[in-house]
Nanobody
Framework: QVQLVESGGGLVQAGGSLRLSCAASGRTFGGYAVGWFRQAPGKEREFVAA????????DYADSVKGRFTISRDNAKNTVTLQMNSLKPDDTAVYYC????????????????????WGQGTQVTVSS
């Protein structure tokens, strides 16, 4: 399994932007699809965005389409989630997840699809 570390969370006002990063260690991201999930207090973990291992396919939750962008740099073993036009409803702990999906266009979106998880990074959006 690959070890994942998230960074980039913080406090931002509504309408602002944050950039989250997920770095892999222990092995490369080669062959791994990567997803971002979030969990707000009292709520279940929910899908945010995911990207295939070559970066050719992506998927987004309806609630973030047009505002968030997922991308990856396999040479640097990093996946990034650019979050723009943030809303108070985006407040949550954000988790990076990864698992092997060698098919180039597969974009898994369920938490059970992923075997490796980071510790999470807090994102707080104030109104």
């Amino acid at each position: 399994q690959v070890q994942l570390v998230e960074s980039g969370g913080g406090l931002v006002q509504a309408g602002g932007s944050l950039r989250l990063s997920c770095a892999a260690s222990g092995r490369t991201f080669g062959g791994y699809a990567v997803g971002w999930f979030r969990q707000a207090p009292g709520k279940e973990r929910e899908f945010v965005a995911a990207i295939s291992w070559l970066g050719t396919s992506t998927d987004y939750a309806d609630s973030v389409k047009g505002r968030f962008t997922i991308s990856r740099d396999n040479a640097k073993n990093t996946v990034t989630l650019q979050m723009n036009s943030l809303k108070p409803d985006d407040t949550a702990v954000y988790y990076c997840a990864a698992d092997r999906f060698p098919a180039r266009t597969v974009v898994p979106v369920r938490p059970l699809d992923f075997g490796s998880w980071g510790q999470g990074t807090q994102v707080t959006v104030s109104s």
